[in-house]
């Protein structure tokens, strides 16, 4: 599919506008290409332009594509977007490279446990409910700074903050909660930003955008 790598081209002069404007470099921002629900002959068009990073948000289907992948291509990134079951943990830090979605204490001990027993010390983001939406997963604003702490002391190497904003609220105000959480929590990457928002996420600070649709096109 040349669609896919041509889109890729556009989502990067994007980024890389959007960081010119903010003033910010190109280089500091890491486009996260969101391969969830797309086979592997769809990623491949993408792997073969030059794209190393990738997100899904289950354990269970990115089990089914990335091993061959990863062992193809030995380079590739794989963050884990998406809620993580704690029965899950060990296949996860075996599979993935980031992980994005750290959001309860029995989560950050299990992961931290693993990590500890496999010698796979990952990066992580703490995920953070910025629109207190209680069908989304996230630690509470106001209990970010805390949970991060409780992380650290488990041993996790917490590295930055996730979001993802309620779908029909303003995403800038979401993206500047978060950048200044961050701040508060020190740490320094912000995962922000998706297909619609990701210009904007830059802006305030994005040092992670995850774009799916506006790469892969829309899901089925
Ligand atoms: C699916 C998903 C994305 C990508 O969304 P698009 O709108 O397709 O870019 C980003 N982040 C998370 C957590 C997702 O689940």
Redesign the pocket.
Same mark, same amino acid.
């Given at each position: 599919m040349a669609g896919i790598a041509h889109r890729l081209t556009d989502v990067k002069a994007k980024i890389a506008a959007a960081a010119r404007d903010a003033e910010r470099d190109p280089a500091a921002v890491t486009l996260?290409a969101?391969s969830?629900t797309f086979e592997a002959e769809d990623i491949l068009p993408a792997i073969e332009a030059g794209q190393r990073v990738f @997100?899904e948000?289950r354990v269970q289907e990115a089990k089914g594509k990335w091993p061959a992948l990863k062992e193809r291509f030995p380079d590739i990134e794989l963050h884990l $977007? @998406?809620p993580l079951q704690t029965n899950k943990v060990k296949e996860a830090v075996a599979l993935f490279d980031v992980i994005? &979605?750290v959001d309860r204490p029995k989560l950050a001990s299990a992961l931290a446990a693993e990590m500890a027993r496999t010698g796979r010390r990952l990066p992580c983001f703490v995920q953070v409910n910025t629109g207190a939406e209680p069908q989304k997963a996230g630690v509470a604003p106001a209990d970010t700074a805390a949970f991060v702490e409780q992380c650290r002391a488990d041993g996790l190497d917490v590295v930055g903050l #996730?979001c993802?904003p309620p779908a029909d609220d303003e995403a800038a105000l979401h993206f500047a909660l978060l950048a200044k959480l961050a701040r508060a929590c020190g740490v320094a990457k912000l995962s922000m930003g #998706? &297909? @619609?928002d990701?210009p904007t996420a830059i802006l305030l600070g994005a040092t992670h955008v995850?774009? @799916?649709?506006? $790469?892969?096109g829309v899901?089925g």
């Open positions: 996260v969101v969830k @997100g948000n $977007i @998406g994005e &979605s #996730m993802i #998706m &297909s @619609g990701y995850r774009v @799916g649709s506006a $790469i892969f899901r």
